[in-house]
């Protein structure tokens, strides 16, 4: 299962359009502001009555409804609530649930003794990605662009650190904001900028935009 959670970090590497461009609210590893941190973006989120229209996930993970909360009819993930929603999720002991390394929410970790016990057989996942800190695996981020290209199968990406963001991630690259864009509509063209030959998500327009991924998605 540390597959799907190096997979969770690749798609937050690459951004929350599917692919098309990065999303640049500093979740994930990533530090608490700087000088470049952007104010939070409007993004779509799940709209809900209560905590239970928020559940997308079995009974016991980390995806039903005692870790959400619906605040001002909108969906806030609030996090994992013991070690034993992780291992459920996840299907393995080898998962902890802790508020780590910044990152403001307790989330499952993978668990270590050695650095060895956190890597993958992929660039962006091998021992010189990782530190065993505290028992727990931490992704430290990209070291080169090289390392971005080759797991990602594509020349149109760097290893940057920028908005503020403490870990280095690999972002799309770009001339125009269309090179950035998806055919889903929230990450269209008008949802990106192209700054400084990167690619820029500068959230949703509208809640018809949202209402792409789900009649219940509002913009926020």
């Not at 909108?74 to 002991?93: D, F, K, P, Q």
């Not at 199968?153 to 269309?178: F, N």
């Not at 509509?185 to 990167?198: H, I, K, Q, V």
């Amino acid at each position: 299962m540390r597959k799907l959670c190096a997979a969770l970090i690749l798609l937050a590497a690459c951004g929350g359009g599917g692919g098309g461009g990065g999303d640049d609210t500093g979740d994930g590893d990533g530090g608490s502001g700087g000088p470049d941190a952007n104010p939070p973006l409007a993004v779509c989120v799940l709209s809900c009555a209560g905590p239970a229209d928020c559940a997308t996930g079995n009974p016991g993970t980390i995806l039903d409804a005692d870790n959400y909360s619906c605040d001002d009819g909108r969906c806030v993930w609030l996090g994992c609530n013991s070690t034993t929603e992780c291992t459920t999720t996840y299907s393995s002991a080898d998962y902890v649930c802790e508020e780590a390394f910044d990152s403001g929410t307790p989330t499952c970790w993978p668990t270590c003794a050695t650095v060895d016990d956190c890597i993958l057989a992929n660039p962006l996942y091998d021992a010189d990605n990782y530190e065993c800190s505290g028992g727990k695996c931490h992704w430290l981020g990209c070291n080169s662009t090289t390392e971005c290209t080759d797991a990602l199968h594509s020349a149109d990406y760097r290893c940057h650190q920028r908005l503020g963001v403490t870990t280095p991630i690999c972002w799309p690259t770009c001339t125009t904001a269309a090179d950035c864009a998806t055919t889903s509509a929230p990450y269209d063209a008008d949802n990106y900028a192209c700054d400084d030959g990167l690619c820029l998500y500068t959230g949703c327009n509208s809640t018809t935009e949202c209402t792409a991924l789900g009649a219940d998605y509002v913009c926020n």
